[in-house]
């Protein structure tokens, strides 16, 4: 009997030491794991924050003022009926410069799939201010051309632009209720 309880106690006593022995390995891997998910968790959070404060920076520094650039010189064309020097000269002239200047200064906040959008806007507004300046300044009044019109301004890209501030802008801000759904 004395060897049975010898036997019992020896098996409780290995079976013990072998429990505390597992159960730190799992302890220790479990907060390993754990670790590994804050740090990865931690990492896409810093992701989502980053991209989120870009869209916020290019929506409120170069999309939203583009916008309203594009706003402004569309409404002032609509109201051009014969020639007119202020509307060409103050209005048209200073809001496709500012959309022109924008891209140029702000690369940096232009969504990667506009680049060649912006470009395109660029080039434009270069031909039609190199236009302005011909009949405007170089001929000092003296041209008798009623508007200064370049032939390729790019509708697909002013579009591209446009939707992808109201996109952004609706991403960022526009309140989504999942409960009406």
């Known amino acids: 009997m004395n ?21 730190l390995l799992f302890h220790k891997r479990t907060t390993r794991i754990k670790e590994d998910v804050r740090i990865e968790f931690e990492r896409g959070l810093q992701v989502f924050k980053s991209s989120r404060e870009w ?33 060409e000269g103050e209005i048209i002239r200073r809001g496709n410069t500012e959309v022109r200047d924008l891209l140029l200064r702000k690369a940096h906040l232009v969504p990667p799939q506009l680049l060649h959008h912006a470009g395109a806007l660029v080039d434009h507004y270069d031909l039609w201010l190199e236009e302005f300046n ?17 032939y390729n301004f790019p509708r697909d890209s002013e579009k591209a632009f446009r939707d992808a501030f109201t996109n952004y802008w609706d991403d960022l801000y526009k309140q989504h209720d999942n409960s009406l759904k």
Request: charged residues 25%; glycine residues 6%.
């Open 134 to 150: 011909k009949q405007r300044v170089e001929a000092k009044g003296s041209s008798e051309v009623p508007f200064v019109f370049v």
């Open 3 to 23: 060897n049975f309880f010898s036997l019992l106690l020896a098996g409780l006593l290995s079976g013990t030491a072998l429990s505390a022995i597992l159960a």
């Open 55 to 87: 869209k916020e920076q290019s929506v409120s520094e170069l999309l939203g003022p583009m916008y309203m650039q594009f706003e402004r010189t569309k409404r002032a064309a609509q109201r051009w009926k014969d020639k007119n020097l202020y509307l």
